[in-house]
């Protein structure tokens, strides 16, 4: 199959996930895309409603979307999940398993699963998983659902840019300290108590909502709900839970204000990748190898170098 | 000076003089499981095993040098070589070939889809039946399966685990049909569902009502079937799925007290079920290690059952157990060398004091082994047991101070692995939690890392290859007919049967599950119905749910 | 562009013995690969599937339990049919070397007996993916 954007741009307007697929390749590659292909799929995007999942590892993060996927289904919405894992940084490459809870989603026609590694790329990590959400959406899919674990900034930075964001926990002692440590305690607009039939998950309950008690109050106090994923248990009541965050979000007309945030932050985000790209040419290469090689005898600074930098640039702009 | 003081000092002695005098090869001693072993064991390595205590007599506890007095001075271990495959006609003929060459008792090998609970004409089972092991759908199959072989006589192994109280459902109503009653049956079930989620990955409904199968098998035999082995605790494929030699051994232990517990919770009196479990152990290439883990394993087993479990009978405290050499150790290369490799496996077995013996065919890393190859494996034990004067003594290796060090060693690693195991909650937790399954994935990642560094030489494969090697032995084909066949039989049959007496059959096992009572007296009536392996699991799947595995590398 | 080569590892069939997949898995991971794991028990049509929706370069299919011949020709038939045309299809297991290759004479790529090394399998598909690139380019 050709790589082709126009063509792909075509073959994605008809429907093919082949299409879908390959250009989702293309933004995480940073391959060519031409601005007009991005335009385009950007204007057919901004209807789906986006909920993140995170939590620490084994909360089972997985089997909860792939319930809730299912609940979804029956109520006759598309789905388009994106599972995010962390690229190992000492070898660059990654394991990618969370499929592996959702297997029985493959074969659904409306469901799209694609596993993301973070490629350890420096903050671009939320942009390219928005920009692989965008694609979800302009693609049809209804419900977009990021799944990560809740170990990195740069995950939370993707869970916190969706509409709703789930923060998965299990009982075993002083995962909510663990989670309040990790900064999910923040960022959650519900909190899921998964395995709940386990020994001391009504412990771990109090324990939490004391936690939540002693923060100062908001519009928004994010309701515990009690799952067992594994065995169907509370996929309801998530659900309306979710359904519920996002009427308040209605009312409070905060879905467009957490879209322009997020306009924003791709603006920001991508005014920076292309910066550093540009700035990064063959003569700012060699000035930096200068002040590297003066760095023995002290003759230089990074601030010295930086500015020489700058300045080079702006010289670079400046003739074009 | 005490005597240890005397040995120390001169072991320091001949340290310093092997040091000036002798230089060792580059590369690492290790065994198979990657265990340095030292230069030289004496007297001074086994101060802290107590003769009594850790060794003992054969017949004895703690069993370490056998469950027998006599051992193979009474009777040789039970050649039981595994066979099964295409359709029952074909394995029974092949059944009655290796009786009729010695064999001593049966054991049946299933194919994928009779292990997964699936019946032929299951879309999922397309390419497998009759391919692995023999196609086995209904009781119909299971009585052409043992036609003319009487069940009164033969003892029969069946490896089945998931599906393992359907398997005996069959057996029980295939006695009966002999006119054989069921406390005369005589045989093995596999029947270890943990080693399943643990290891080899056949599971279907999830580990809790999996375990309550168990247990509803294990009190259904204490009372109906006395003389059969109800559960047989195997470490053959945790070792297989990669694991070292001492998580073989722990693992394989953990799970058994974890029978025990369930046993125990369900009202059960250790005395009346103990007996009946049976071990199933590997026996791979490292041959002092394989032994110091049949002793070490005997030992364990006969403490924790009279210390902790408070058992009273001897043949609570008695292991007996199953081998068969390790597939994982043999070659695709130069195949005619694993004949090789099978024996000095057997030989630790035998010397390891095992009570049945399995030996591998020199082509099972091509495909399931043709007859030749498989009579060669079962010579391979006979001259074992008859030629080379192994037999003449019990537990010959005894009193060596590198075996004995070993045997405690193993012993004590496997005590580590029970306090870790412990920490999780129990087998169950560690299941869910992944820890047994990273455990392996890792020991089988640097196994095979050792080998692709040469660390370990495998011959014919990392060493002493021959590039332009042609496969010369003759490979074992099941014709697609099988499947063909087998899939016509099963949908005559589910035609010509009394269909009511299959919905109603049904229902009460589905009644009995949900209700938690014991499901096999509803397991026989539904095989007597004719139901098939696929409808009474999926009966089951409607109450007990099915599982899925987390994976860990 | 910055490529990293995805690879699906996939259990097809009712056979469960994993060793061989994970320690591929996760030497592949080493290598710097990007390793989607299918799980066990899959059928061709969701291998197939998974492929499609990870848009990943090779499928490494485990196959122990004898069933190869009727497996592999029918992810290369559902390949063709969902396109997957420029994906790579190879794997190993208990496959004799009669029937590797006439696998490979079907269209799969190269299929490895017992005691492959880890690296043979890396460098393969390393090879593969390079003068896939030099094709692409041309």
């Known amino acids: 199959m050709t790589l082709n ?21 293309l933004i995480e590659n940073n391959g060519k895309l031409a601005d007009d292909v991005r335009d385009a799929l950007y204007q057919k995007s901004g209807r789906a409603y986006r909920i993140g999942f995170t939590g620490p590892p084994g909360a089972g993060k997985s089997t909860l979307v792939n319930q809730i996927t299912k609940a979804y289904r029956q109520q006759g919405k598309t789905v388009g999940i994106i599972a995010v894992d962390p690229t190992s940084p000492f070898t660059g490459g990654a394991l990618l398993g969370d499929r592996v809870r959702m297997n029985d989603l493959t074969l659904d026609d409306g469901v799209f699963i694609r596993s993301m590694a973070t490629r350890g790329s420096l903050g671009g990590l939320s942009t390219k ?9 302009a693609f ?3 419900i977009i659902i990021y799944e990560t674990v809740g170990v990195g900034q740069s995950e939370l930075d993707i869970v916190e840019a969706a509409d709703t964001t789930v923060v998965v926990l299990v009982p075993e002692s002083g995962d ?19 395995k709940a039939d386990r020994e001391g998950a009504d412990r771990a309950i109090r324990e939490l909502s004391a936690i939540l008690h002693l923060r100062e109050a908001r519009d928004w106090q994010p309701p515990i709900v009690k799952c067992v994923a594994v065995k169907q248990e509370g996929i309801n009541d998530l659900l309306t839970a979710i359904d519920r965050h996002y009427c308040y979000l209605q009312e409070h007309h905060l879905l467009e204000e957490k879209r322009r945030e997020r306009f924003v932050q791709s ?11 540009e700035f990064w040419d063959e003569r700012a290469r060699r000035i930096l190898e200068q002040h590297i090689a003066g760095l023995d005898q002290r003759k230089t600074s990074p601030y010295r170098a930086a500015q020489q930098l700058i300045d080079h640039f702006k010289q670079s702009l400046a003739k074009q | 000076m005490t005597d240890f003081e005397k040995y120390k000092k001169e072991r320091e002695r001949w340290e310093a003089e092997r040091q000036t005098k002798s230089k060792d090869r580059p590369g690492k001693f290790m065994t198979t499981s990657s265990v340095p072993i030292d230069h030289l064991y004496g007297p001074e390595n086994v101060q802290d095993i107590d003769f009594f205590k850790d060794v003992g007599y054969p017949g004895e506890y703690p069993y370490t040098r056998g469950i027998h007095y006599n051992m193979y001075r009474g009777r040789l271990w039970t050649m039981r070589q595994f066979a099964g495959f295409g359709t029952a006609h074909d394995t029974n003929q092949r059944f009655k070939y290796l009786l009729e060459n010695g064999q001593t008792g049966l054991s049946v090998a299933f194919d994928l889809p009779t292990l997964m609970g699936r019946d032929s004409d299951d879309p999922l089972s397309h390419g497998e039946v009759g391919v692995c092991g023999v196609a086995i759908d209904s009781l119909a199959d299971m009585e052409v399966l043992f036609d003319g072989i009487p069940l009164d006589k033969v003892s029969t192994s069946m490896t089945i685990n998931s599906p393992a109280a359907i398997l005996l459902a069959f057996y029980i109503c295939v006695g009966e049909k002999q006119g054989v009653p069921q406390e005369k049956l005589m045989g093995t079930l596999q029947n270890d569902i943990l080693k399943e989620y643990i290891a080899q990955k056949e599971f279907i409904f999830p580990p809790e009502p999996s375990m309550k199968l168990v247990v509803d098998t294990v009190e259904y035999c204490t009372r109906h079937v006395p003389k059969w082995n109800t559960i047989s605790i195997s470490g053959y494929h945790i070792r297989e799925a990669g694991s070292t030699a001492v998580q073989e051994l722990a693992f394989t232990l953990a799970d058994g007290f974890a029978y025990v517990d369930s046993c125990i919770e369900a009202g059960l009196d250790v005395d009346e079920f103990a007996p009946r479990f049976s071990f199933f152990f590997n026996s791979h290439l490292d041959f002092f290690e394989e032994i110091a883990k049949f002793r070490a394993a005997r030992k364990i087993w006969a403490r924790h059952m009279r210390e902790r479990y ?6 609570s405290w008695k292991l007996r157990f199953h081998t068969q050499t390790a597939g994982c150790s043999l070659t695709g290369q130069q195949p005619e060398n694993n004949i090789v490799r099978t024996a000095f496996e057997a030989l630790a077995a035998v010397l390891g004091g095992t009570q049945s013996l399995h030996t591998n065919s020199l082509d099972e890393t091509w495909a399931l082994p043709t007859e030749k190859a498989a009579k060669i494996a079962l010579r391979t034990q006979q001259i074992i047991a008859h030629e080379i004067g192994v037999i003449n003594t019990p537990d010959p290796l005894a009193g060596s101070y590198f075996v004995e060090r070993l045997t405690k060693d193993m012993e004590q690693a496997a005590e ?20 047994f399954q990273r455990e392996i994935a890792k020991a089988a990642r640097q196994y095979q890392d050792e080998i692709e560094r040469k660390e370990r030489i495998i011959v014919g494969v990392n060493a002493y290859r021959e590039p332009d090697e042609k496969l010369e032995i003759p490979i074992l084909r099941i014709d697609d007919k099988v499947e063909k066949a087998q899939v016509a039989r099963v949908k005559a049959l589910k035609e010509k049967r009394d269909n009511t007496k299959v919905r109603q059959t049904l229902d009460r096992l589905r009644e009995a599950a949900a209700a938690n009572e014991n499901v096999m007296p509803y397991l026989i009536d539904c095989a007597h119905a004719y139901c098939t392996i696929g409808e009474m699991i999926n009966t089951l799947k409607e109450v007990y749910g099915t599982w899925t595995e987390e994976p860990v590398f | 562009m910055d490529r990293k080569i995805r690879v699906l590892v ?18 592949l991971r080493d290598a710097g690969f990007e390793v989607i794991y299918s799980g066990l028990h899959q059928t061709p049509e969701q291998i197939v599937e998974i492929a499609l929706q990870e848009d990943v370069d090779v499928i490494g299919i485990s196959i122990l339990s004898g069933a190869h011949m009727t497996l592999f020709p029918r992810i290369m038939e559902l390949m063709q049919e969902k396109g997957l045309d420029d994906v790579l299809l190879t794997g190993g297991g208990i496959i004799p070397p009669e029937d590797a290759e006439k696998l490979e004479a079907m269209g799969t790529g190269k299929i490895f007996g017992p005691g492959s090394s880890t690296q043979d399998i890396i460098q393969y598909i390393r090879e593969w993916a390079e003068s896939r690139e030099q094709t692409e380019t041309k």
């Open chain 1, 140 to 142: 049809g899919k209804d």
């Open chain 1, 267 to 277: 603006v920001h985000s991508l005014v920076s990748t292309r910066l550093k790209n």
């Open chain 1, 129 to 137: 998983a928005q920009e692989v959400a965008d694609i979800l959406d």
């Open chain 2, 416 to 435: 580590e692995y029970f306090q870790k195991i412990n920490d999780f909650g129990g087998v169950i937790p560690a299941i869910k939690q992944g820890f």
């Open chain 3, 10 to 27: 996939a259990k097809p069939g009712l056979d469960g013995h994993d060793r061989g997949a994970k320690v591929i898995a996760s030497a």
């Open chain 1, 5 to 25: 954007p126009e063509k792909l741009l075509n073959d994605f307007e008809t429907g093919s996930k082949r299409a879908l697929a390959r250009l989702i390749s």
């Open chain 2, 310 to 315: 408070g058992a009273k009978n001897e043949r």
């Open chain 1, 176 to 194: 909510s300290v663990q989670a309040m440590k990790a900064g999910l305690m923040e960022i959650a607009d519900i909190f899921v108590m998964n």
